[in-house]
């Protein structure tokens, strides 16, 4: 069955670095999404992607984050200038079509440590 | 702003027995979509099952089912015949109509006992 990869499985980095969190969508997808969960507490959304375009952002998705689909394949997450608070658990997702509210495909996640 | 709660930070059952984990949301919408998805440890979240808010018949996925209670912003999920393999972190999710904005409650952790 397919599945959204993301690699890597966790990442160590300084504050002030920027990271790129890579995700692998299901292939018929169409409809990308980044979660994230900080230790302890609730998966909240951060941003979905359609058409090569970001759809709907949060409040916490802001100057310090973008987002790409760099080739037909890959969608990834940077971060410019992380921060300590930043250290979390980041979910890619991914659902099929136009409908909204399809059923959500969950990645494994990238466990990202600021130091 | 919608918010989901979860009242019931860990559960645990004994095997073949059935629990039910409880959820609660809070919105103005009308139409909407409920979902509880599955974390096993270490592993990604799966979805369970889901519900439209505009049907008035609970979700049933074989072992799962739901008891929806629109009036009440209600959304608990019961799990029959517990298996091991259902040991893991449950978490009720929200998502209005018109965005794909979804908004999750804290989890629940539920061990499943031999």
């Known amino acids: 069955e397919p599945e959204v990869t993301q690699t890597p499985s966790h990442q160590v980095t300084q504050m002030g670095q920027e990271v790129i969190l890579r995700c692998v969508p299901i292939?018929?997808?169409?409809?990308f999404y980044w979660y994230r969960q900080i230790l302890g507490q609730k998966v909240e959304f951060l941003v979905s992607?359609?058409?090569?375009?970001?759809?709907?952002k949060s409040e916490i998705f802001d100057d310090q984050f973008s987002v790409e689909r760099p080739d037909g394949s890959n969608f990834t997450l940077k971060i410019r200038s992380t921060k300590l608070e930043d250290s979390a658990m980041y979910f890619c997702a991914s659902s099929e079509g136009e409908l909204r509210a399809d059923t959500q495909y969950f990645g494994p996640g990238t466990r990202l440590t600021v130091l | 702003a919608q918010t989901v709660t979860q009242s019931q930070p860990e559960m645990s059952v004994q095997e073949a027995e059935t629990v039910t984990l409880s959820c609660t949301y809070d919105?103005?919408?009308?139409?909407?979509?409920l979902f509880w998805y599955k974390q096993p440890p270490s592993r990604q979240m799966i979805l369970v099952i889901r519900?439209?808010?505009?049907?008035?018949q609970n979700a049933t996925e074989n072992r799962f089912s739901v008891n929806f209670q629109k009036a009440a912003k209600s959304f608990s999920l019961k799990i029959s015949d517990s298996q091991l393999g259902d040991t893991a972190m449950y978490f009720c999710?929200?998502?209005?109509?018109?965005?794909?904005?979804?908004?999750f409650g804290a989890g629940t952790r539920l061990t499943v006992k031999p």
């Open positions: 992607f359609y058409n090569n375009e970001i759809s709907e």
């Open positions: 999710a929200f998502m209005r109509n018109n965005n794909n904005d979804m908004r």
């Open positions: 519900q439209e808010a505009y049907k008035q």
């Open positions: 919105t103005s919408e009308n139409n909407y979509y």
């Open positions: 292939s018929n997808h169409l409809y």
